[in-house]
């Protein structure tokens, strides 16, 4: 159980394209989705939580207008990043967690999107 | 806010051997601390965790330990072997709020055969 599924794996693309990530909870609801960026050889950095139906909450130094989040659904949570540039090439992960109720509970990973940006 | 570090950055131990990797932590209000392990390139994957009320944890090779008064937290893998090697974090949940993990830094465990 708990599986997180995040599409694509892989992107490559130009400067100045917008890409979307996808991240799926398959077969639990998640109320609320975190998204990681990773750099090598680094630790998980949030960028953002969303909780379903509510705008998310960006961690600070995370710009909202270059990386837009939708929480549309206790499935499914998209992240967006505007304009893409070489600095924006990183490793995107995003982690959800079904709804708090006594104690909490873990996160539950997607595989994560290697974004590299020409 | 929570602030969590964790030691050493870097563990490198023979087959067999033991390793023990340890965090402390901030935040008095902290009462979960899940345990992930990440092999390269693929996503962390949690392989242990323990609430404030328990003080320690084993599920077979791996342990881990809690200390609520010194706010220190720690993951004891036994016998180690080869495929152990990878990267662990640790992470420290508050409840009461809005359950936002604060992770370790990472250790990069290194066994050799």
């Known amino acids: 159980g708990a599986v997180v599924s995040q599409h694509p794996s892989r992107v490559i693309c130009k400067s100045g394209t917008s890409v979307k990530i996808e991240c799926r909870s398959l077969d639990f609801q998640a109320t609320t989705m975190f998204w990681y960026r990773q750099f090598p050889k680094q630790s998980l950095m949030l960028m953002a939580t969303s909780n379903e139906g509510s705008k998310a909450t960006y961690e600070q130094g995370v710009e909202k207008d270059k990386f837009l989040i939708n929480h549309a659904s206790l499935t499914l949570s998209t992240l967006t990043v505007t304009s893409a540039h070489p600095e924006d090439s990183s490793f995107y992960i995003c982690s959800a967690r079904g709804q708090i109720t006594i104690g909490n509970q873990p996160q539950h990973f997607g595989d994560g999107t290697r974004l590299s940006i020409l | 806010g929570e602030n969590v570090e964790q030691h050493p950055s870097t563990l490198s131990v023979q087959e067999g051997d033991s390793a023990v990797i340890k965090c402390t932590y901030s935040?008095?209000?902290?009462?979960?601390f899940p345990w992930y392990k990440q092999e390269l390139g693929k996503r962390p994957q949690l392989i242990i965790d323990?609430?404030?009320?328990?003080g320690e944890k084993k599920d077979q090779r791996i342990a881990v330990t809690l200390n609520k008064t010194a706010k220190h937290f720690s993951l004891h893998i036994t016998e180690t072997q080869p495929e152990d090697s990878a990267v662990y974090f640790c992470a420290a949940i508050a409840s009461g709020g809005s359950y936002i993990p604060t992770f370790g830094r990472g250790t990069s465990l290194i066994v050799h055969p």
């Open positions: 935040d008095s209000a902290s009462n979960y």
């Open positions: 323990i609430r404030s009320n328990v």
